[in-house]
């Protein structure tokens, strides 16, 4: 059975075909994707995915596209949108992995919770951020983080605790398997001062970072260098590739001005090699390729 109908006959959810996937990430960059699926539950997705891989097509898992680009993909982009979201609040803080950052933070700001404060001025999904542990100052989302229910290569669900996702600074063990983050429970963190440590840290995200579609940050820090600082040093604060400005504000965060996915994948390259051969730095992508 044609995929596309398998989908409707089987009543998964909606299906979007040949769609470019500038329409679908924060950047608004990006090459033609075969088919989008948004199952309508859990179980409409496990059963997408044993069709899937029964087809034997590849596929890749989408929050709200702060982070990721590709030039073309011929498998099966999933999004969880549709599925219902979650948000509770009682001897923890419970999420499903569709629901947006930036309303879960307020949310837990008005009730003096201090527990994503590392997602405050991030837009993007909770699976995302936890996927990448994303963060922002010396906050990341991990940090009162207590577990996490996934569904398993092998369609199967559970929780698990945080000590078994190998968390780092902009990385998880989910990026090097196939488990789905569905929901996640963190531990209730409260501060009476939360309001106006939150209005410190977007204040000095504001400052410090432009405004425009972006992918956020390209490139990792590490113990040995500031990316932004190393792109700086090469001369490339403010440079223009085509519809790609590196920002004058932070040479770590490009905007996209008109530019075609190809400008970024250029200007990608230019950079890293001009890094590489002048200061003997390999930067380390933080954006994500599929």
Sequence with gaps: MEFRHYIKNNKIGRIIENISFS?????????????????????????????????????????????????????????????????????????????????????????????????????????????????????????HLKKIRILTPNNKVKWIKKSGCEFKYRYSSFMNNKSIILEAKFFIVKDLNIQSKCKELLIKRYKSQPVGKSLGSIYKNTSLYYAGEVIERLGFKGFTHKGIKISEKHANIWINQNGHINDLLELLFIVELSALLKLNIRLKREIIEF
């Design 23 to 143: 329409e679908l990430n924060t950047i608004g960059l990006g090459g033609n994707i075969r088919y989008v699926v948004y199952p309508k539950n859990f179980r409409k997705l496990k059963k997408l995915l044993k069709k899937i891989k029964k087809d034997n097509k590849s596929y890749y898992i989408s929050g709200f596209g702060s982070n990721l680009y590709t030039k073309k993909f011929d498998g099966v982009l999933i999004k969880l949108d549709d599925i219902k979201r979650k948000f509770k609040i009682k001897k923890d803080i419970h999420l499903s992995a569709n629901y947006s950052l930036s309303q879960a933070s307020r949310k837990l700001i008005k009730e003096n919770i201090s527990s994503l404060i590392s997602t405050i001025g991030i837009p993007g999904s909770l699976g995302g951020a936890i996927y990448m542990n994303a963060g922002f100052s010396n906050y990341n989302v991990s940090d």
